[in-house]
């Protein structure tokens, strides 16, 4: 089946740092890729749609410049959080469709803390 | 935008039990999904559904587009089934994916 890497699984910053979270389709190529969050014990919330080779869509309430989205090739997604603060803390997940049923397959989650 | 409820939320078994699970949905959908999400926050893609029945081991899945509902059947469940169980569901395409609260499944040994 299709693979998506997502890395880092882990990361802890301090406040007002940014973190770049990168999301890789390996075995297929994915025209376009999303971004979720999901807080403890609740549902995936689609934050954005990432296309390649153009401006990412963005969920109402997110905002695009503290959540930057680019989508640079085929195979290759980043979310970068910006001055990134406690709030921002969260379980954050990529995910890419495969052709042909359209089927979504997810990257591992990138598990953020910000002191 | 189309509302996805699971039911239950919270579902205990002991292990070679069965189960169903099921997603009830607000508006007609041309796809259907079923994720299962393990204990270190892995989702897994089970079932591409948006009509009809698939089986696919132990885990089959039936979807009544026209009555608005998804079943996701569980058979002799195992400890490694443990984990949150979604339905996603999309009325045009991907991009407009959305997530059930899911249902949270414990199999104890």
């Known amino acids: 089946g299709a693979v998506v890497s997502q890395h880092p699984s882990r990361v802890i910053c301090k406040s007002g740092t940014s973190v770049k979270i990168e999301c890789r389709s390996l075995?297929?190529?994915?025209?376009?890729m999303f971004w979720y969050r999901q807080f403890p014990k609740q549902s995936l919330m689609l934050m954005a749609t990432s296309n390649e080779g153009s401006k990412a869509t963005y969920e109402q309430g997110v905002e695009k410049d503290k959540f930057l989205i680019n989508h640079a090739s085929l195979t290759l997604s980043t979310l970068t959080v910006t001055s990134a603060h406690p709030e921002d803390s969260s379980f954050y997940i990529c995910s890419a469709r495969g052709d042909p049923e359209e089927k979504l397959f997810f990257g591992s989650g990138t598990q953020l803390s910000v002191l | 935008g189309i509302q996805v409820e699971q039911s239950p939320p919270d579902l205990i078994l002991q292990e070679g039990a069965n189960s169903t699970l099921r997603c009830n949905f607000s508006d007609s959908v041309n796809n259907l999904q079923w994720f299962h999400q393990n204990p270190w926050g892995q989702l897994i893609n089970l079932f591409y559904i948006p009509s009809g029945t698939k089986q696919n081991g132990r885990l089959s899945a039936t979807t009544v587009a026209t009555e608005r509902y998804s079943l996701l059947y569980i058979s002799s469940s195992q400890t490694t089934d443990s984990g949150v169980y979604f339905c996603a569901v999309g009325r045009y395409n991907n991009n407009d994916m959305r997530f059930g609260a899911g249902t949270r499944l414990t199999v104890k040994p």
């Open positions: 075995d297929f190529q994915a025209t376009t």
